[in-house]
């Protein structure tokens, strides 16, 4: 799979630029992100690989105020690629824990220093991850029903990502009927054999690990595009899932179609 790179940057022409190149290197470059909260959203909805991170940006919060939720929150490595070059913004922005700082050198940024930079990071990532996860472990019903379990009683499972087909909060239903509300801070996760199951998380929370294939629809529904039951998308409005018929809303689009393009040749 190839990898993904997002590049936060407020200037189009040096994004387009850059997106270009990097294409060209056989690298998957995320949608144009100028600001904190932009890029925030991008990494929630599809977590790239890497970051390549300005400085300055449109809004309030700046790119080391970013560079600080990627190191510690989402544990993305990011390289700065910026203007500033004084000692006080330096002295601010290594406190980030950043994997390389780089000064955008005039007229012209060194694209090919760049990808140096790039491959280096990507390289010593590989290296120093742990062994990938294969899934999660999930439990076969709420936690203060499983209380009363025997001694004996399986409580817990382990899913295979592969195995996962959507995982949502919406209502548990049968035959379009609600059957049970889902409680808060829970996820429920269908399987590709039918099979239901609960996990303590949020969304948001619960894509940051999860494997590039997953991808959000809607605000109540990730899905699986590797699952063997996804079947299709309908006018584009819509994905169908083990015959489960799932709404795309207008905010997740693009992000959506980004994914499918990329993952499957049309």
Not at 244 to 259: E, Q, R, S
């Amino acid at each position: 799979m190839k990898t993904t790179i997002l590049i936060v940057e407020d200037e189009p022409i040096l994004y387009e630029r850059l997106r270009r190149f990097l294409t060209k290197e056989n690298y998957l470059v995320s949608e144009f992100t100028k600001s904190y909260i932009e890029a925030i959203d991008s990494i929630e909805q599809n977590k790239p690989d890497l970051v390549l991170l300005d400085i300055n940006l449109q809004g309030d919060k700046d790119g080391i105020d970013l560079g600080d939720k990627l190191f510690n929150k989402y544990k993305i490595p990011f390289i700065y690629v910026t203007d500033f070059g004084d000692e006080v913004t330096f002295k601010r922005a290594l406190r980030t824990n950043p994997n390389i700082f780089e000064i955008k050198t005039k007229p012209h940024l060194d694209t090919n220093q760049l990808l140096r930079s790039i491959k280096t990071v990507l390289q010593q990532t590989k290296k120093s991850s742990s062994v990938p996860q294969e899934g999660i472990m999930a439990y076969v019903d709420y936690l203060d029903k499983l209380k009363t379990s025997s001694k004996n009683q399986i409580t817990k499972v382990p899913i295979s990502f592969k195995e996962i087909d959507i995982i949502t909060t919406e209502a548990i239903s049968k035959s379009n009927k609600i059957i049970e509300p889902l409680r808060t801070n829970y996820v429920r996760i269908e399987t590709s054999d039918s099979k239901r199951y609960f996990f303590k998380s949020s969304l948001k929370t619960l894509l940051t690990i999860l494997p590039d294939s997953f991808i959000r629809i809607n605000e109540s529904t990730i899905v699986n595009l590797k699952s063997k039951n996804f079947d299709g998308r309908i006018n584009g409005s819509k994905l169908s899932i083990n015959k489960h018929l799932i709404v795309i809303k207008d905010t997740y689009t693009k992000d959506v179609n980004f994914k499918i393009d990329n993952l499957f040749k049309s």
